[in-house]
């Protein structure tokens, strides 16, 4: 399961409130992007939710449990940022299954997930090599594999492609839209491209400087675009 639901959700940065009373719902299973312009408060979200950043009020609930006062690893949620920090001496393999080890699971579970998560994201080939050794792109891979071993609930993903060059770009997009349609697990996908929130998104949330400006499908927003700010972000015009 991965329904998740943000109610009233507020955070302060000292006198600064940079999200200012946030409500949603997420269906297990949806992918649900957080678009707006740089500043808007999407990290900061993704991170409460996450558990990296803490709730000033409000409540965050996984599937009927109050988490807002769990630490992140007690939510079953993994983020997959766009600085992945692979460890350069270990093997692709080790690099995916280094969390499984740490938390004592069995050789033979690490070998079946790190192998399942290797055949969906098309690493097979590349499971002895160095992360040295691999493209950029490769290189992503490992890192949402990193996620995928451990079966999390949901997926929080922050501006995962934006080191990568447009072509690679274009290419890890339609990656994490197959690997959303395998899985089937809810994913919360921040960016500042519009292409990338049109193409991926069952709901797009619009973010405007710490409220929402307005949630739907792509095509509602696109048609029907409730505001200006809404209609620049969508590109069509108001
Ligand atoms: P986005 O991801 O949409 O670019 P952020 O969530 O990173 O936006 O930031 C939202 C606002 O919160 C910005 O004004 C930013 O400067 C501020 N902010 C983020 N983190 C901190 C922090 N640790 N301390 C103070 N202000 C912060
Ligand atoms: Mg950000």
């Known amino acids: 399961m991965g329904k998740i639901e943000l109610n ?12 200012k009373g946030v409500d949603l719902q997420i269906e297990d299973g949806e992918f649900v992007v957080f678009v707006g312009p740089s500043g808007c408060g999407k990290s900061t979200l993704l991170r409460m939710i996450g558990g990296l950043e803490e709730t000033s009020r409000g409540a965050i609930v996984l599937d009927g449990t109050d988490v807002t006062d769990k630490p ?3 939510r079953g949620l993994t983020m997959v ?4 920090a692979l460890y350069p001496h270990m093997s692709v393999a080790d690099n995916m299954g280094f969390s499984l080890k740490t938390s004592g699971a069995p050789k033979a579970e690490i070998d079946a997930k790190v192998g399942e998560a290797a055949r969906i994201l098309k690493l097979e080939p590349f499971l002895d090599r160095r992360p040295k ?22 997926f929080l993903f922050d501006e995962p492609l934006s080191n990568l060059d447009a072509a690679l770009r274009v290419e890890m997009r339609y990656e994490i839209a197959k690997l959303h349609q395998s899985l089937k697990s809810t994913m919360i996908y921040v960016t500042h491209d519009q292409v990338e929130a049109m193409t991926l998104a069952d709901r797009i949330v619009v973010l405007e400087y710490g409220t ?4 739907g499908r792509p095509r509602e927003l696109y048609e029907n675009p409730a505001n200006l700010f809404v209609a620049q972000f969508i590109g069509s015009p108001a």
């Open 212 to 215: 929402i400006a307005q949630v």
């Open 133 to 154: 050794a691999l493209s950029g792109g490769q290189r992503q891979r490992v890192a949402i594999g990193r996620s995928i071993v451990r079966d999390p609930t949901a």
């Open 72 to 74: 992140p690893h007690e």
């Open 8 to 19: 009233k959700v507020e955070k302060w940065f000292g006198d600064l409130q940079v999200i």
């Open 81 to 84: 940022f766009q600085s992945y």
